[in-house]
């Protein structure tokens, strides 16, 4: 840089020497500073002024609570919660993992179904094509709260009660209360199963890239997708029935007002992540379909030239490019929905927002500490999700060869 | 929901970033900008209730007009602030309202760690159990395995832990934010139960589409003393609502109504001259005129008249006075003498 090359004594030669206050770097580094200092003073004021604002109002703080009990039931929970004896600390693992499980499947749900929406949208066929539109125009129309509360509402109305519930006998029941499946008991030796699962996961991996390899060498095609996906399913099958059949099911029964035993999907759980995933997908849908479009149509046509048909054609030459247009904005929506699922607490799914934010922040009082870890949960979500997808859209960017 | 989110996060805010003067001196904050800004329900019947033209009645507004008249000597002199059941606190300690008065019930922990006073209690409740009356259940001891519908961050999610585990039965909370939304997923049959107050049942019947096929178990399994609420450390502002409270009581055990409380100042009882301030001064020990009392009875009436006229017998909800009657007459109502 020129500021550089001044010279102490600076005389005629070389750049002309500035004032201190007017060399850029200078300024810059002091602005910076200033800024610095600024913000670290309104962080510690805010605190202590927080602080003694609390005391002063006689507020309780402090994390003490996290490890006092909490005494409300909470209608699902994919960890052992008693509300007899479980703490604030667990409400939030709760929560959080209720929060996760509508949000994980409901990404899935979501990518798939907007997959085949915005592939659906650009079909030759007029009525699957303008069924496509509908979808999405009518469902990124209307307000998500809207479509939860229809959604539950409407679960709620079509399915019967308890008793005139529908009853598929192994496979479960069927009512208002929910969909009670049965759950898998595990028995003695399961775990070679899991074993035997893990392995065949990485002999179809090493297959995958042999072939792969064999291909780029060779020009030979390989059935590895077959040839791997039929290892995932009969090694572990043969080592579970070698290993005597270690699992048996507890099927739900009907008991005096809803059914017991067996594993439940609450109606709040099916209806959040009906409303989640389809109101997203409506979204995806546009996007994939940008992203298709956006893949030059010589690309299709050179495919073809080179003896590809369409199957191969997109799959192999569209679907990779129109990835690295997908990615980005897929990434928000599934950050979207992941935000979206804290309106659950409208109709009583106990995610986070609804049971730490809400219940715990309502019997304890703490706002402050209460709020601030669940910002900085969500924050982390979104943070975590984001890095994901980075590093996969760095994957499928395009390699100059 | 955004909005707990927003009013929390906000309230979190206030406190990191305001004076810790604005807890102080809520009166003259009050008059400064002419009403009272009062936290109510988002819509109970007899309690706090907005009309189709947003005039808002009930036991508990009642009160918020009864503390404006005793300060401006109008009842309208109200601003209403509809909070939900885990919104009101925040909503009251981060100043957004002034008072609230949103049938909430009085415990130890609110009192005490929440930085907030309670200021009296104007209704006597208790917890209780609707069901529809097909379901051929008559105690809540059959409830075993039962899906219950109620709110979230009531007390009522807390009693009813406690009374299954007491009793030793199962059951399945399911607890929606909004009451408008426990009463419609009780009445699409998501649940077998709906529970909270036993004001509040009655009051939310009403809005089921059949309320005679709903009954309400004859169990009573908490004491509810509801009453208005405010900050801690503003104790002048705390006294005025106590003793607004207080008035309507003792002017109904004097006879003092909203008809005849002109007269009334000329009463011989020296209570009675003492409360509506034709002898001494007692208003002006809470920062008010000294016929503070008189201007809230004739705006609202006395606990009698607001009584019967939101919840009585004669209304909707109809509700006789059980507990909430005048000690004199066997119930729990007994002001403290104003001398
Ligand atoms: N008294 C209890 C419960 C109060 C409560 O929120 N009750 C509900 C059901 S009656 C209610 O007021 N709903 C009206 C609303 O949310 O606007 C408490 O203070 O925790």
């Known amino acids: 840089m020129a500021v550089t090359d001044v010279t102490p004594n600076g005389s005629g030669d070389g750049a002309p020497k500035v004032a201190l206050l007017n060399n850029p770097e200078v300024r810059g580094w002091v602005f910076q500073i200033i800024l610095a200092v600024l913000i670290v003073y309104l962080a510690f004021e805010g605190w202590t002024n927080m602080n003694a604002n609390l005391r002063a109002a006689g507020i309780a703080s402090g994390w003490g609570f996290l490890g006092t009990n909490a005494g409300f039931a909470i209608s699902q929970s994919l960890i052992e919660y008693s509300q007899a004896s479980s703490t604030y600390g667990r409400v939030y693992i709760v929560g959080l993992l209720n929060t996760l499980a509508v949000a994980f499947v409901g990404i899935i749900l979501a990518t798939i179904i907007g997959f085949i929406v915005g592939v659906a949208r650009l079909s030759k066929n007029w009525m699957v094509s303008r069924l496509a539109t509908v979808y999405v125009e009518s469902l990124r129309n209307i307000p998500l709260l809207l479509q939860i509360f229809i959604w539950y509402f409407g679960v709620l109305r079509l399915l019967p009660q308890p008793r005139e519930g529908f009853d598929f006998g192994p496979l479960g029941l069927l009512n208002n209360r929910g969909f009670f499946a049965p759950k898998p008991v595990w028995g003695e030796g399961a775990e070679f199963t899991l074993y035997a699962f893990i392995i065949a996961c990485v002999i179809a991996w090493g297959v995958g890239r042999w072939a792969r390899a064999r291909q780029m060498a060779t020009g030979q095609i390989f059935p590895s997708f077959l040839v791997g996906l039929g290892t995932i399913i009969f090694l572990p099958l043969i080592v579970f029935f070698v290993s005597g059949a270690p699992l048996s099911w507890d099927i739900p029964k009907m008991g005096g007002f809803r059914p017991s035993g067996g594993m439940t999907l609450i109606p709040e759980y099916i209806a959040m992540l009906i409303a989640l995933s389809t109101y997203t997908a409506s979204f995806i849908a546009e996007i994939v379909r940008a992203g298709i479009l956006a893949v030059n149509r010589g690309q299709t046509e050179a495919a073809n030239a080179l003896g590809l048909r369409n199957g191969p054609t997109l799959r192999l030459v569209i679907i990779p490019q129109a990835l690295r247009i997908i990615i980005p904005p897929l990434t928000s929506q599934y950050l979207n929905l992941t935000k979206n699922s804290s309106l659950a607490v409208a109709i009583a799914y106990p995610e986070l927002t609804s049971v730490f934010a809400g219940t715990a922040l309502n019997q304890t009082g703490q706002a402050v500490e209460i709020i601030s870890l669940t910002m900085l949960t969500y924050l982390t979500i979104s943070l975590v999700t984001s890095l994901f997808m980075n590093w996969y859209n760095n994957r499928v960017a395009l390699v100059e060869r | ?339």
Not at chain 2, 51 to 74: E, P, T
Request: proline share 4%; charged share 20%; hydrophobic share 40%.
């Open chain 2, 1 to 339: 929901m955004k909005k707990i989110m927003l009013t929390g996060a906000l309230g979190a805010a206030a406190l990191v970033f305001t004076g810790a003067a604005a807890s102080a001196a809520t009166l003259d904050d009050v008059k400064a900008k002419g009403f009272v800004q009062c936290g109510v329900s988002q819509g109970l019947p007899g309690f706090s209730n907005p009309d189709a033209d947003g005039n808002w009645s009930g036991l508990d507004v009642d009160l918020c007009r009864a503390v404006a008249a005793a300060i401006f000597g109008d009842g309208e002199a109200v601003k209403f602030t509809p909070l939900s059941a885990k919104e009101r606190f925040t909503a009251l300690q981060s100043g957004e309202v002034d008072l609230l008065s949103r049938n909430t019930t009085w415990t130890m922990s609110r009192d005490t760690q929440l930085g907030l006073n309670f200021a009296g209690v104007n209704y006597y409740d208790g917890q209780g159990f609707m069901i529809r009356t097909s379901m051929d259940i008559n105690s809540a001891l059959e409830l075993s395995g039962a899906s219950i519908c109620t709110n979230t961050g009531t007390t009522t999610e807390l009693n009813v832990a406690d009374y299954f585990r007491a009793n030793n039965m199962d059951y399945e909370l399911v607890a929606f934010e909004k009451a408008d939304e426990v009463v419609a997923a009780y009445d699409a049959g998501r649940c077998d139960v709906y529970t909270t107050d036993a004001s509040g049942l009655y009051a939310q019947r009403l809005k089921l589409t059949n309320p005679g096929e709903h009954k309400v178990l004859p169990e009573i399994i908490s004491k509810e003393p509801l009453g208005p609420v405010v900050r801690q450390g503003d104790d002048q502002w705390f006294n005025i609502i106590k003793w607004v409270h207080i008035a309507t009581i003792n002017a109904e055990e004097h006879g003092v109504t909203m008809a005849n409380v002109e007269e009334m100042k000329s009463s011989d009882n020296p209570e009675v001259k003492r409360m509506l301030g034709s002898e001494g001064n007692f208003g002006e020990s809470i920062g008010l005129d000294a016929d503070w009392a008189a201007k809230a009875i004739a705006a609202v009436g006395n606990y009698g008249e607001i009584f019967d006229r939101n919840v009585g017998p004669d209304t909707p909800l109809g509700i006789s006075r059980g507990v909430n009657a005048l000690w004199t007459k066997g119930g729990l109502m007994y002001g403290p003498p104003i001398r």
